[in-house]
């Protein structure tokens, strides 16, 4: 063997000798792969191609206190095609009258349908898109079509479902109905109601295994759920709907007379402290208002002459002064270190009696009275402010309230105007809801409660939390310091600011403010006014109070409290109490109510009678016909307010386990 010949066979053993060590390393790797790593590949694989997706719950409804639905979950389906899914001679057999079936719900042609279905089996499509945004009677249609009633492995139907949330009673009260949702940026909202209870309102979601078919498509796996969701608790709110009707147009027809930028209305059950109505209204860049802020429970400003009851009850209840002391109004103008308190009247009122300053609301009268009783003794005066529930926050369910500003002698910007200022309602802050509150406590005898947007929980037929009274204070001030306050404010709408408010057929009682926002704001359109008036009524047995704050009315139609809010008011308590046949309206709130729970078990007896078939619903109110069915195991699906005009599974029929039923109310 020559020397080229030996070269040549070194060459084939270290090529040799390089595939066998190669071999050996692939068969390391790969035994590496299969049994050491094995578990992880698998695994990756696995998370790549199946995965368990999360099936939301339905949130609960949220009532109105008579029942009326004011949020409620929708289901939407969106149904595709696996056209591999089925056999050759079921596609071929059925395709054309799915085609038909098709074009008849759905609009287009059937010779749409029937082309696109081949092709896509024929390019191997196995999602192909057919409608999407279906009821749940459109559903239960489409799934009883030819072929895909054979099902999702044999017909090839593919459904998806995503719940919407709506508002049956449109726009009034939404941002107190509220939301829950994510921000762009990641951050939960809770807004409203809706955000205040959302654990009870969430549910338990469910989960359903889906196997990726293509580029972020994810087909399920099979037709049952891992997990059943497990739907929310209803919530029934204290909204009156009649009232809140009321509330909103009234409001929204004076913002749009004024052209105000903004305004809130809140009307509060006197004993219990169930808001009945809640309307924040903003204006948009069309001039068009709508529900953007809630100003009533998160606005906090400057509330001017309406604070002008805390000080008379102070100065009363310290025994400073009576109400028929007598001061001199000082041609309307008075200066404190070298800032001027001007009446609204020119000239002024001459010499009047306290209480007659507080009827007409002179700034001139009520300063004095507060500045000459405690300039030697500032904190007694903030003292009874505290006293009066006035400087925390209420403590409302609702996110967002707004923190009082009272100010103090210990603060740091304390300063010798600050007392003066407070006599009539500035240097300080609340929001509409602190200062109703505070009005609602004098008309409530003295007893502050809190302010509440929920009365009860339900899950189906059963309460689990109730929201009775909550007392904040037993008693803000002495029933002597009640009495004559109460005398004085029903004064105000019978011979004071308030007198085109007066009404023989009804009476109520409260006070008028007119605070100017920008104090060196200048003259005519540039000055920013916010009109209030706040109160209750009957004046002699009160059942409501109520607020009305309007932002920034146009100056060239009008901007006191009494023009501009005090119609809003007015308006309300008219309705209320000369529109509804019985003038003791909370009483028959009480009554509808406890006949309600009395019909709930009727109902509950009557659903063990028929417990096998589905009773005949028309007639019967939303949510007695949701209690019902739920007591039977049913889940339902609730279309519009008032009473069941439809239901989707007819009377008499079997009922099944888990089925769903639709009803469409009135």
């Known amino acids: 063997m020559g020397v080229e010949d030996k070269k040549i066979s070194y060459r084939i053993y270290l090529v040799a000798f390089a595939i066998f060590v190669m071999a050996i390393l692939i068969v390391v790797k790969l035994t590496n792969i299969q049994w050491v790593e094995g578990d992880y590949y698998r695994k990756l694989a696995e998370e790549r191609t199946v995965r368990n997706f999360t099936i939301p719950a339905n949130r609960g409804n949220v009532y109105s206190s008579d029942g009326s639905l004011l949020a409620t979950s929708i289901p939407h389906y969106t149904v595709r095609f696996d056209a591999l899914a089925p056999k050759k001679e079921d596609f071929d057999k059925y395709l054309e009258p799915l085609a038909d079936s098709l074009s008849v719900m759905l609009g287009k042609p059937s010779s749409y349908y029937y082309n696109e279905m081949r092709k896509a089996r024929a390019n191997k499509n196995r999602y192909m898109f057919i409608t999407k945004g279906l009821t749940y009677t459109e559903y239960v249609r489409i799934k009883n079509f030819p072929l895909f009633s054979l099902g999702a492995f044999k017909g090839g139907i593919i459904t998806e479902q995503k719940t919407v949330r709506e508002h049956p009673i449109g726009k009034i009260a939404e941002r107190t109905i509220g939301y829950e949702r994510l921000s762009h940026s990641g951050e939960n909202l809770e807004v ?314 009804f009476s109520m009682a409260g006070k008028t403010g007119t605070a100017q926002v920008n104090y060196g704001g200048g003259k005519g359109d540039n000055m920013y006014y916010s009109s209030s008036f706040v109160g209750y009524f009957p004046a002699d047995n009160p059942q409501y109070s109520c607020i009305v704050v309007i932002h920034k009315p146009s100056t060239r139609k009008g901007y006191y409290g009494a023009d501009v809010s005090g119609p809003v008011f007015k308006r309300i308590a008219q309705k209320i109490f000369t529109d509804v046949p019985s003038t003791n309206h909370i009483k028959k709130l009480d009554e509808k109510i406890n006949t309600q729970e009395k019909l709930y078990a009727s109902y509950y007896k009557k659903a063990q009678d028929v417990k096998d078939v589905v009773p005949n619903l028309i007639g019967m109110s939303g949510m007695d016909a949701v209690a019902l069915l739920g007591n039977m195991g049913l889940k339902v699906q609730v279309h519009g307010i008032g009473k069941v005009k439809k239901q989707s599974v007819k009377p008499g029929e079997s009922v099944k386990k888990n089925q769903q039923i639709v009803l469409e109310l009135s």
Not at 297 to 321: I, N, R
Not at 356 to 384: I, M
Not at 458 to 466: A, D, P, V
């Open 192 to 505: 409203g109601i809706e955000g205040a209870f959302a654990q009870y309102l969430n549910g338990k979601d469910g989960r359903r295994m889906m196997q990726k078919i293509a580029k972020n498509q994810w087909k399920p796996i099979n037709d049952n759920n891992e997990v059943e969701p497990v739907d929310g608790c209803d919530i029934v709110s204290t909204i009156d709907v009649y009232i809140q009707d009321i509330a909103h147009h009234a409001l929204l027809k004076q913002l749009q007379y004024y052209e105000a930028d903004h305004g809130c209305v809140v009307v509060m059950e006197t004993k219990t402290g169930y808001v009945r109505a809640i309307s924040n209204l903003g204006r948009a860049k069309d001039s068009t208002y709508y529900e953007t802020v809630n100003y009533a429970v998160a606005e906090s400003q400057e509330p001017g002459s309406t604070f002008k009851l805390a000080g008379l009850m102070a100065l009363l209840e310290d025994k400073k002064v009576d109400t028929s002391e007598v001061y001199d109004s000082k041609g309307g103008e008075i200066t404190y270190f070298r800032r001027k308190v001007r009446d609204s009247h020119k000239g002024g009122y001459g010499k009047i009696s306290l209480a007659r300053g507080f009827e007409v609301s002179s700034n001139t009268v009520l300063v004095q009275a507060v500045y000459d009783s405690y300039k030697d003794d500032p904190r007694a005066f903030v003292k009874h402010i505290d006293d009066f529930g006035l400087s925390k926050p209420l403590g409302v369910s609702i996110i967002g309230e707004g923190k009082p500003k009272i100010p103090h002698p210990d603060d740091a910007n304390w300063s010798k105007l600050s007392l003066p200022w407070m006599g009539f309602g500035y240097g300080l802050s609340l929001t509409p809801l602190q200062t109703l509150a505070f009005y609602n406590a004098v008309a409530n005898n003295g007893e502050m409660v809190r302010p509440l947007f929920v009365q009860e929980i339900r899950e189906w037929n059963k309460t689990i939390k109730r929201f009775d009274k909550q007392v904040i204070k037993d008693r803000i001030a002495s029933q002597e310091t009640i009495d004559k306050v109460k005398a004085v404010m029903e004064n105000v709408v019978k011979r004071g600011t308030g007198s085109k408010l007066y009404s023989p057929n």
